[in-house]
């Protein structure tokens, strides 16, 4: 009877693992100001934009990256996004600032004080976890980026 109920736990176990190496339910909203030429960009652009690869738009403004403290939205966003890790990520921003490559994004606490940030600074792109600080906020200046799969 214990061995019939072996294959049924090592299937509970595997989808748990499944879920819980997931995003954990956390979608990843890309936003900029909404002086930005593009609406619409692909993963290889967001990868390049964050890695410091793609540093101006279509309309040669310079870009200015920003980003919340959280911790577990800043390690969603790289696996999803980069297809790093975050300590690969902050490595790769602290070789690129070391060798005058590149300034790191901009960090903020809240997600309200990254959209105030991108809602005021022309370039600028970020990436949130809920459109209800968007609405909260009622910002005007800021824009969602659709992203191309």
């Known amino acids: 009877m214990i061995y019939a109920r072996i294959p049924l736990l090592i299937v509970m176990m595997i989808l748990l693992t499944t879920e819980l190496s997931s995003n954990m339910g956390i979608d990843i909203i890309i936003i900029s100001n909404k002086n930005i030429p593009e609406t619409l960009l692909n993963k290889e652009d967001i990868k390049d934009i964050y890695l410091g690869k793609k540093i101006s738009w279509s309309n040669n403004e310079s870009i200015y990256l920003g980003e919340i403290e959280d911790v577990e939205l800043r390690q969603i966003f790289t696996r999803e996004y ?3 890790t975050f300590t690969q990520y902050i490595n790769h921003w602290r070789q690129l600032v070391f060798t005058g ?3 790191p994004p901009y960090s903020f606490k809240t997600e309200a004080d990254l959209i105030q940030w991108i809602s005021k ?4 792109i970020g990436y949130i976890s809920s ?3 968007l609405y909260e906020l009622k910002v005007t200046n800021v824009k969602i980026i659709f992203i191309e799969e």
Do not use: H, I, Q, V
Request: glycine letters at 16%.
């Open 82 to 84: 980069l297809d790093k």
């Open 101 to 103: 490559k590149g300034n």
């Open 121 to 124: 600074t022309n370039g600028a």
């Open 131 to 133: 459109m209800r600080s």
